[in-house]
Every structure is written in C-alpha cells, then in structure tokens.
C-alpha cells in the first residue's frame, strides 16, 4: 500500500537531512541584527533577506519550516507577500508549515485554507479545536496536505482548559481522540500540536496515536525536554520538532546565519542521539 | 464612576441607531452583483466598492461592523489594505471588531494583537481561548478595546468540545468563568461570542453575566432565534447582534445595497420589537 503522500514527504524529508528539526521563522524586526535595519530600506525587505540567510545557513540541518503568521501580520501591508516569498524560498524537498491556528466555522475555514494551502502552497498548517469538525473540515479538501490540530500546547497557561478532567480524562485527550477520528477518512491528514514542555503527556499520546505526525514546540526558550521529545520520536520519526528563537536568534550580529546553523546542527545532533539511546 | 470605554462606547453607539445590529462584512467574490466584475478593475476595488455601499446603506440601522479576518486573507496580497481601508470606512460612531479568532503563546499574540488592535485600529477582536489566558492577555493591554472570547459558538460541531461535561459543568461554562476573571483587573474588556442557535445556554450565560458584552452570531442564515437574542439583551442591551450574509446577499443584483438596508433595517426592528415585549 502507497503511504500518504504527506507522511511519505515529511519521512522524504528527515531522511535527506537526517533531521528532525523544524526551524521556527518569526521574524522579529526588534530581533535583527542591528546593520539590517541600515543595509535595507523597507521592513519586508530586511525581513526577506534575514529569512532567506536563515533558510540557506539551516536548510542542511532541518526537515521543515514554520512559519507563525502574526509575524508577518504584524508587519501590514506587506506581510502577506513577505510570508508568500518566504514560503516559495523554502527548498521544495522540506515541509512547509504555516503556524496559524485559526478556528472558524465552515464557511469561514474554507477561505483560511484557501489562504493557507491554495495561495501560499503550504504542506500543512495549524488549527484550534474549540469550534469541532467544521473548522478543521475544509482543510482537508486539500490532497496531501496536513492540518496540526491543537492538542496539547506549551504555553504556562494550557492547563486552564486543557487539563480539565471530562469523564475521567483531560479535555487535551478528549481532542487529540475526536481529531484522530477526523482524519480517519483522510490518512495522513491530521496531525497533533503537543508541547515539548509536558513529556509525560507527550509520551502518553505518542503511545496512543504511533502513527500520527506530532508538531512539537517548546524546546529551546520554552524550556521543553529534548528527552521526551527523543522518546516521542522512537517509533518511527514522525515528529516535527521546532525550535524559533533558539535558532534565528542565537547571535544578533553579523554572525547570525552560522550561529543559526550551528543552533539548528546541534539540536539535530542532540535529538539524533537521544533517539538513538533510547532505541537501544 | 466613569463607565468603562468600551461599554460606553457601545452603549453610545446603540443608542445613535437605536439598534444592537452589528453587520458581518465578509464579501465573498463570488457572492458580489455580477456587474462589479465587469466595473471593477481588480477583486481589491470590487470589494472595497461593494463594502462601502453596504457601509453606506446599513450605517443608520447598525451600531457595529465585524470584519472577518478570513475573507480578507483569502484576497491575497491586497487582504490587509483592503481590511485596514475598509475599517476606515465605517464611521467613528459605530464599533469596528475583527473577527479573527485568534489564538496562541504571549510573543505570538502580542503580534497579532499589535496588527488588529495596533495598526487596524479595531475597536475589538475576537479570539479562541483553547490555550488559556497566555492568547487574550496581550490584547487586554490596549485601553478601551474588548477582546470577545469564543464561550459557546454557533456551528453544527460546537458541540464536541464546547458540551463536554467537567465538574458537572459543560465546557463552555468553564471558559465563561475563566474568561469573566480574565477581565476582572480591566473592566469592559473582555466579552462574550455567544451564539444564537442554543437559546438556553445564550440565556443561562447571560443571566451569570449580566455585565459582559455579547457578541452574538447565529441569526439569520445559521438559523438562530431573535427571541432568544432579545431575552439576552433586556437587562442592559450589552448585546451585538450579528448578521452576515443575510444583510450582505438580501440581493445579488444592482439594488444589493437598498435591499441590505431592508435587511439591517428589519432585523433591528424585529430586535427592538422583541427586547421590548420581553421588557413588559
């Protein structure tokens, strides 16, 4: 049996690079390097030319990007086209992914994913449960593509909603089952957002969802464990483990680009090994 | 005491209008009269010239506008200048909200609150409360604004998360709570989205929380009730009754904006009608 086509990509893509890292672009214009804001004359163009230093210096190092919409928001009139020209820098043999979380109802999801995989040609995006189906549904239209549903996220105040006890389980179990079911019809279409800050959690879904591609922040600035993240990957490699400012910030002079890819280097090295002790 | 900002504004623009009607600006190209395809040079001018005859036509019966954020992304690279021009468009008196249910970690939401709250100077957004107070907090820190939280929204898979029972309490209810003490420390900044399809629920919230704007869909093509609506609104009229396509498309040919008015015309009638036998 053919494996589905996203899941064949994002395998594609960690074995090129042996990696499994996914490198965060949000760029932050108070974050460049200083002789940007001097060397460019617009915001879209400093942001452009520090994404594309970014993607060439890491690109060895990582399976996939990550693109976090507000950044590119943030930046008005422009950002729709800084984030579209950044998308189409990304070599085509890496996964695509633009961080969005929207969450709206049928009609409305169906223009974000229009946006998202129609005019950006991303390979996956993320999405917010609290609404159901109908806001995830759409996305799915698109072959091939994938949809990272909110599962569990790494921000200090998940807990309020997500570990809410319903019928004698978390309410982030409640979702990680509904969306699993989700993407029944559609194989390899569903993904899970689980943080790299809870590795209890995470090694519990992982045990139940082996075949789910898990999108994992949290390491880095957030503090995550690179160990659960290990042990996450153990069975077969389906995660995607992102890091943003631990990377694209690791030097704020003109150093940046080798600092990133040495960032970006050795968290893959970091993650390679630990997912190979625990595999022995 | 001074009322807070946001409600005195929203209570001054009910009373200009005499209305809680707020119009859903989502313009769907394949939705506008068939001439402004042929007038129009580009999708960017049909649908500004389309908004702004709606604007026109609906100001005298409508105290809001709600954008959704969707709509205007699926629009490309010209998506944030027509959002931004279209919100200039609507006069000062009225209440400009994004609906863009956002939703994500502090750094993140700081971005989008810097783009709906910075530089499309809205008067209110909505967001998604799934990763707990980490996405509204941001927002909070614009004075005078008001951040709509999703408690229990108007979509056939609503129920799947929103109904599930913790603590003998449906999920939603917990939002409520936790988004009610949210606001606590900023007076009139926080409130309420709130469908119209559950009539119970919209009036057992707003029995809890007779002090919190609601922000309403539901009504019209969705199928939600006006009576329900008016039993809401008749402690204080803190409600935003919201209609989309049944006042955008009341017409696909050339007396689309006279027939939008007839829409925004009616619906705030029969509001008033009902608000006021409920007040009896």
């Known amino acids: 049996m ?3 086509d996203f899941i064949q990509r994002l395998h594609d893509a960690q074995n090129i690079s042996d990696s499994m890292v996914c490198v965060g672009l949000d760029p932050d214009l108070n974050k460049l390097p200083e002789s940007f804001h001097v060397r460019y004359g617009s915001p879209q163009s400093a942001v ?3 994404n594309e230093a970014i993607i060439q210096a ?3 190092y990582s399976c996939a990007y990550k693109l976090n919409a507000a950044f590119y928001e943030s930046l008005g009139s422009c950002g ?3 984030l579209k ?3 189409s820098l990304i070599p085509k043999d890496k996964i695509r992914i633009i961080d969005a979380k929207r969450g709206d109802i049928g009609n409305t999801a169906s223009k974000y994913a229009e946006s998202i995989f129609g005019l950006l040609e991303a ?3 993320t999405v917010a449960p609290y609404m159901g189906l109908d806001a995830v549904e759409p996305f799915l239209a698109y072959e091939g593509r994938a949809v990272f549903v909110l599962i569990r996220t790494s921000n200090p105040s998940s807990d309020q909603l997500q570990s809410l006890i319903a019928d004698g389980k978390p309410l ?3 979702v990680a089952h509904l969306a699993f079911t989700w993407g029944e019809e559609f ?3 569903i993904g899970f957002v689980v943080g790299a800050t809870n590795p209890t959690e995470l090694r519990d879904l992982r045990n139940l969802y082996p075949g789910t591609p898990f999108l994992i922040p949290g390491i880095g600035a957030q503090g995550g464990s690179i160990d659960a993240v290990a042990s996450a990957a153990t069975p077969n490699g389906l995660v995607l483990v992102n890091s943003s400012r631990g990377i694209l910030y690791a030097s704020s002079g003109e150093d940046f680009d080798k600092m990133a890819a040495n960032a970006a280097r050795e968290l893959r090295d970091k993650l390679n090994h630990a997912v190979n002790s625990h595999a022995d």
Do not use: R
């Open 85 to 87: 020209t950044t998308v």
């Open 187 to 189: 194989p390899g279409s």
């Open 80 to 82: 729709f086209d800084v």
């Open 58 to 60: 890491t690109a060895p």
């Open 48 to 50: 452009l030319a520090f």
């Open 2 to 4: 053919m494996k589905p």
């Open 123 to 125: 390979d996956g995006c």
């Open 172 to 174: 982030y179990a409640h």
